[in-house]
Structure formats: structure tokens, C-alpha cells
């Protein structure tokens, strides 16, 4: 049965230090990676072209001449919405991915 509450007494704070660094160190990497992944998402046949980063960042919005041409106000930003939920969703996807491969599954408030 475990005793609460826990006896901190015996703790070895350095070796939790340790690891808290390490984590930290991990983190970083990880920010650092996520902001070069980059996705792509691609809606209306190819007339919208929505880019993110995995930190969850819009990079770029390509719109196709012919898309404008049409002076379709409303499909122009139905498919920038599409777009560019498309491209979040898949940069959240790969960010999660990537924490639990780093995390063992573990999943840590805040990310």
C-alpha cells in the first residue's frame, strides 16, 4: 500500500533536476523541429494552396489567377476556410504524432 503522503525525505533531488533538464533540452528540439516541418494542404481542385508549420503557423495562401477571375467572393473564402483548416489540422496531426514518439505516449499538459 503506498503511504501518503510520500516521504520526500528520501528524494534525490539531483537526479530529478537531471531530468527535468533533459526534458527541457527534448522541448526545445522539439520546437525547433516542428517550426521547419512544413505542410501542404491543397482544396478546390488546386486553386487554393494553404502552407503551416507544425508549430501550427500559417506560412502561405497560393490562390489560383483563374480563382479570382471568377469574382466569387464566397467560394474564394469557403475554400481559403478549407484550406487553411486542412493545413492546421494535419500540422496538429504530425505535432502529436511527433510528442508521443518523443514522450513515449506520455501526454503533457500545455502541447
Same mark, same amino acid.
Given at each position: !500500500?503506498?503511504?501518503?503522503?510520500?516521504?520526500?525525505?528520501?528524494?534525490?533531488?539531483?537526479?530529478? !533536476? /537531471?531530468?527535468?533538464?533533459?526534458?527541457?533540452?527534448? #522541448?526545445?528540439?522539439?520546437?525547433?523541429?516542428? %517550426?521547419?516541418?512544413?505542410?501542404? %494542404?491543397?482544396?478546390?481542385?488546386?486553386?487554393?494552396?494553404?502552407?503551416?508549420?507544425?508549430?501550427?503557423?500559417?506560412?502561405?495562401? /497560393?490562390?489560383?489567377? =483563374?480563382?479570382l477571375? #471568377? &469574382?466569387?467572393?464566397? !467560394?474564394? =473564402?469557403e475554400?481559403?476556410?478549407a484550406?487553411? &483548416?486542412?493545413?492546421?489540422? =494535419?500540422?496538429?496531426?504530425?505535432?502529436?504524432? =511527433? #510528442?508521443?514518439? !518523443?514522450?513515449?505516449? #506520455?501526454v503533457?499538459?500545455?502541447?
Amino acid at each position: !500500500m503506498t503511504k501518503f503522503p510520500p516521504d520526500f525525505s528520501k528524494l534525490d533531488l539531483s537526479s530529478v !533536476m /537531471e531530468m527535468a533538464q533533459k526534458v527541457k533540452q527534448q #522541448m526545445a528540439r522539439l520546437e525547433e523541429s516542428l %517550426s521547419r516541418l512544413q505542410v501542404e %494542404s491543397v482544396v478546390g481542385g488546386g486553386m487554393v494552396k494553404v502552407r503551416a508549420n507544425g508549430k501550427g503557423e500559417l506560412l502561405a495562401i /497560393e490562390l489560383d489567377p =483563374e480563382l479570382l477571375a #471568377m &469574382n466569387d467572393k464566397a !467560394m474564394l =473564402e469557403e475554400l481559403v476556410v478549407a484550406g487553411v &483548416n486542412q493545413a492546421l489540422a =494535419e500540422a496538429k496531426r504530425q505535432k502529436e504524432e =511527433e #510528442m508521443g514518439r !518523443m514522450t513515449g505516449g #506520455m501526454v503533457l499538459p500545455g502541447w
